[in-house]
């Protein structure tokens, strides 16, 4: 089983960045997708998340309006488009998938968002 995330880098305020997650080692399409992200300092939180079909989505108020997630179950890979990028964006994001069936659950490694002048 691997999630893979890529894309994340170093982004001026108010740029844009869009992360992708590649799964494989699973059924991709019962899976409930998520973004959590974790800054120095803090907990992990929820950024975003979507369900195994991609008909419902769900975000952090702090992102709402700015970032969209969606997935492509024939590629197995789902997407975080980040838009007018803050500061306090800035963490390290990681791609979780828990099966909707039940408790199986997996993590990626995770990708460094930096969003600075």
């Known amino acids: 089983v691997q999630l893979v995330e890529s894309g994340g880098g170093l982004v001026q305020p108010g740029g844009s960045l869009r992360l992708s997650c590649v799964a494989s080692?699973?059924?991709?399409?019962?899976?409930?997708m998520s973004w959590y992200r974790q800054a120095p300092g803090k907990e992990r939180e929820l950024v975003a998340s979507?369900?195994?079909?991609?008909?419902?989505?769900n975000y952090a108020e702090t992102v709402k309006g700015r970032f969209t997630i969606s997935r492509d179950n024939a590629k197995n890979t789902v997407y975080l488009q980040m838009n007018s990028l803050k500061p306090e964006d800035t963490a390290v994001y990681y791609c979780?998938?828990?099966?909707?069936?039940?408790?199986?659950?997996?993590w990626g490694q995770g990708t460094q968002v930096t969003v600075s002048s």
């Open positions: 979507i369900t195994s079909a991609g008909g419902s989505t």
């Open positions: 080692g699973f059924t991709f399409s019962s899976y409930h």
């Open positions: 979780y998938a828990r099966w909707r069936f039940g408790e199986n659950d997996y």
